[in-house]
């Protein structure tokens, strides 16, 4: 009698098994990571909107004291403010002053506020944000990686409140 090789691989359960325990460790990881990926946008938002609203009550408050129609950083940086002293635009775009706001001066009053950022975190800052006018007094910075903005702050130029909004 000859005798049989031994079984050389898997067999088809086996493998079927092995398919279906990462199958559903699969399912299990997706539930616990969708979450975190939420709130790691949702705490992104807050502290973009936090840096963003300490940097204009700074502006708003120096040239308060200093008085005019635009206040200049030691770094060059000009920001064009409105009548009630809040600032609109900057010269990070070349944006004129307007009492209404566009996309442009949304976007050049966002490079302006965040120009004075570290260089390898400039880039991925302004990457991350979409800056387009709310209304005709306010701008809307949304969160570029999330679907359908979701996640956006409102700053408005006649009161300089922000307002945020996660959906």
């Not at 009630?84 to 949304?106: F, I, K, Q």
């Not at 999330?146 to 956006?152: G, N, R, V």
Request: hydrophobic fraction near 40%; include cysteine; aromatic fraction near 12%.
């Amino acid at each position: 009698m000859k005798s049989r090789p031994a079984n050389k691989g898997f067999s088809l359960l086996e493998l079927i098994v092995v398919v279906c325990l990462i199958a559903i460790l699969f399912a299990i990881s997706v539930r616990f990571y969708i979450p975190q990926i939420e709130d790691s946008q949702r705490k992104t938002l807050n502290f973009q909107a936090a840096v963003f609203k300490r940097s204009v009550d700074n502006i708003h408050a120096l040239s308060a004291l200093q008085g005019g129609r635009s206040y200049t950083l030691s770094d060059g940086t000009r920001y064009y403010l409105n009548q009630w002293g809040w600032p609109v635009s900057s010269n990070a775009l070349e944006v004129n002053p307007r009492r209404r706001v566009s996309d442009l001066s949304c976007r050049s009053l966002w490079l302006g506020l965040f120009s004075q950022v570290e260089a390898g975190t400039e880039q991925a800052t302004l990457d991350q944000f979409i800056a387009s006018a709310a209304s005709r007094r306010s701008c809307r910075y949304s969160l570029s990686r999330t679907k359908e903005a979701l996640y956006f702050f409102d700053y408005d130029i006649k009161t300089g409140k922000l307002s945020i909004s996660i959906k």
